[in-house]
């Protein structure tokens, strides 16, 4: 049946580790990814009238940790009334997947993040990877096959699983589908690092969906032109920003854990103000040049020191990678010049707490989202429901949220420019009041005008669109 939906990704809405006495607990998955679809799906499950019982969604995701294998092997489970499938698939095809052809490959691709003059270097192990990748889509395309009933909808989510679609149209020609990309997409140029066969089978996998949709116009451009110059037929593409749920992060916002640590917050900036970033640990995020640009604010405007505090919240994230494990590094190094320079001035935090990051939002003067490439960024609507203070917020014009908020009034944090990116910063900190508040006001409208349920819809919809 059409309404029946089966969503694929990587990550689930739930995943299990063994505790102590052998026993497994389950907990909610982490990211981005997970933050909207969960609620999205759940809100579907809540109008469909199937509150917490499981009905016709189901959610196939990877076994990934120890705990989810020996889950994934007692069978599906129901998460907030969405049916949820663990699958579990060969432990080294996994880890050749995700980290080398997601992570350190597409990811680095899409992002821009390759130092080109040394990666990527692809040895046979990268071409066995990819053979990997291949056979890791297909069984994720044949759990669907199992699952999906006859004619239902196939949403398959991140650049984990592009190649999905294109085995489905080939064994279930009945079912509508379409993929959604949470990552920025790169133009024909920075595609031109794989090999040809594997770039037009991912072209063609891609393109094997019924849609292809992005967060942004631009990604969507850039998929566009990719499928072009590899003569791939490009499927029919489609725009949907994700959106928050005000509910979900407005409910960690008023709860206790948000508020023991804003009267932590409060002690350690006393008077001054703060200079807010939330992110993964991640290359693409461009947090050491964050800190760069800090210290050219304080050498450029001495006044402000002592005035301002910087906190920068960066949990932990893709450890097992050298590239992140150093960048981890570089990281807390120029946090350390910064404050070696000027005093105390910067706040590291590099543990994983969500209510301490939604304090930090509520508690910013200024919030800096400055990503050398996003899809999205999920932190910079967030801050905008979350904020008390009517937060200066400073963007990065390469984050797909700024098709979105940047006209709204977000100020232009330019990623590679420490220059441009002290005096957005300067500006935010120096702005009138009244200015602050009609920019804060119009970024929260523009940020909350649509729902997670409004995302899923334009998922559905482009799905189920007749091809042609
Ligand atoms: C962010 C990205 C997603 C990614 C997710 C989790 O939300 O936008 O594309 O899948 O992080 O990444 P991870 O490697 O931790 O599963």
């Not at 009334?81 to 080398?100: H, M, N, S, W």
């Not at 040394?118 to 994720?140: K, M, Q």
Request: aromatic share 6%; net charge negative; hydrophobic share 45%.
């Amino acid at each position: 049946m059409e309404d029946d939906l089966v969503v694929v990704s990587n990550r689930g809405p739930v995943s299990y580790r063994v505790d102590d006495g052998g026993d497994l607990v389950a907990r909610r998955g982490a990211g981005g990814l997970i933050s909207t679809l969960g609620p999205a799906l759940a809100a579907r499950a809540r109008a469909a009238g199937r509150g917490e019982a499981a009905g016709a969604d189901t959610w196939i995701a990877a076994a990934i940790g120890e705990g989810d294998r020996k889950a994934a092997a007692n069978g599906p489970v129901d998460s907030q009334g969405v049916r949820v499938r663990l699958l579990a698939v060969d432990e080294d095809d996994y880890r050749a997947f995700y980290d080398v052809i997601s992570n350190q490959t597409l990811w680095f691709a899409y992002h821009g993040l390759d130092n080109r003059s040394l990666t990527p270097s692809l040895g046979r192990s990268w071409h066995d990877a990819w053979e990997a990748y291949v056979s890791v889509n297909r069984a994720f395309a044949a759990a669907v096959a199992e699952e999906a009933t006859d004619g239902a909808t196939v949403i398959v989510h991140d650049l984990h699983l592009s190649l999905v679609g294109g085995f489905l149209a080939q064994d279930r020609p009945d079912l509508a589908t379409a993929h959604f990309a949470h990552t920025p997409f790169c133009w024909p140029d920075g595609l031109a690092v794989l090999p040809a066969g594997a770039r037009r089978q991912l072209l063609e996998g891609l393109a094997g969906h019924g849609a292809v949709g992005f967060h942004a116009t631009r990604w969507e451009r850039a998929f566009l032109a990719c499928c072009a110059e590899a003569g791939v037929g490009a499927p029919s593409t489609f725009v949907a920003p994700a959106a928050v749920d005000p509910d979900d992060v407005g409910g960690v916002a008023a709860g206790d854990e948000c508020a023991r640590h804003l009267a932590q917050l409060d002690e350690l900036a006393g008077d001054r103000r703060l200079v807010v970033r939330v992110d993964r640990m991640e290359l693409s995020k461009n947090v050491v040049r964050g800190f760069s640009a800090f210290d050219l604010l304080l050498e450029e405007h001495p006044e402000l020191v002592g005035e301002v505090l910087f906190l920068a919240c960066c949990y932990p994230s893709r450890e097992s990678l050298p590239e992140y494990a150093a960048y981890r590094r570089a990281v807390v190094a120029e946090a350390a010049r910064v404050n070696d320079r000027w005093g105390p001035v910067v706040h590291l935090v590099t543990d994983d707490d969500f209510p301490r990051s939604v304090a930090a939002l509520c508690r910013a003067d200024v919030v800096l989202v400055n990503p050398v490439r996003d899809g999205l960024n999920i932190v910079a609507k967030e801050q905008a429901i979350v904020n008390r203070r009517h937060a200066a917020l400073c963007l990065s014009p390469q984050a797909g949220v700024w098709e979105e908020l940047g006209e709204a009034g977000a100020l232009a944090a330019p990623p590679f420019d420490l220059v441009g990116t002290a005096d957005a910063l300067h500006r935010a900190l120096t702005m009138g009041a009244d200015e602050r508040a009609d920019r804060a006001s119009r970024v929260r409208a523009a940020a909350t005008a649509r729902t997670p349920a409004d995302w899923l819809a334009l998922q559905l919809t482009a799905a189920r669109r007749p091809a042609g």
